[in-house]
């Protein structure tokens, strides 16, 4: 009983200092002037100084760009919802190791109506361990989008296996 209440105390003091700190404005916004810019180039400056053999080694790099093919899942007057599809970026020796699932890779775009693409931030959210679809994923994105977020969500590729694949009776 006495944990109970130290949670609830817990949870009390945290929405109390949450709602003070907020209306009093006594923190300052997070990330306020955007974040990059001028520091993460001379940041990238001083890598390629620190190490000039990577840039010789003759790796890709930059990356090629990816160019997903979108198709439009569904639309409202606040928002869209697209699906993109792309071959997985990786050299093609260890695409040749990688099962045929993982050849392809999704994505799902929840994007705000109103806002144009410009002015417009986006979250990337990438599958954490047992979050196979875009479901749990987007359900996030709902309240960004109401305040003009865009929402990415990266699938994993074994979402794509068939069923029989992870039924149960391979395991038993």
């Known amino acids: 009983m006495v944990t109970v209440n130290l949670g609830m105390l817990h949870y009390v003091l945290d929405h109390i200092y ?4 907020h209306r009093t404005k006594m923190s300052t916004p997070f990330f306020s002037r955007g ?23 003759g790796q890709n790099w930059p ?5 997903p093919v979108w198709r439009t899942l569904w639309e409202t007057k606040t928002a869209t919802l697209r699906e993109g599809v792309f071959r997985t970026p990786c050299e093609d020796q260890l695409l040749a190791a990688l099962p045929p ?23 990337l959210h990438l599958a954490g361990t047992g979050d196979h679809s875009f479901e749990r994923r987007l359900r996030l994105g709902g309240p960004l989008v109401k ?4 929402t990415m969500v990266l699938e994993r590729s074994c979402s794509f ?7 149960f009776k391979l395991f038993i």
């Open 101 to 123: 699932e993982s050849h392809t890779a999704r994505v799902a775009f929840l994007i705000p109506k109103p806002l144009p693409p410009h002015k417009m931030a986006c979250v």
């Open 161 to 167: 296996l068939k069923p029989t694949l992870f039924s």
């Open 35 to 57: 974040w990059g810019g001028t520091k993460l180039e001379m940041l990238e400056r001083m890598i390629k100084q620190l190490f000039p053999e990577v840039q010789v080694a």
């Open 147 to 150: 305040q003009n977020i865009a």
């Open 18 to 21: 949450g709602a003070f700190m």
């Open 63 to 67: 990356p090629t760009m990816i160019e």
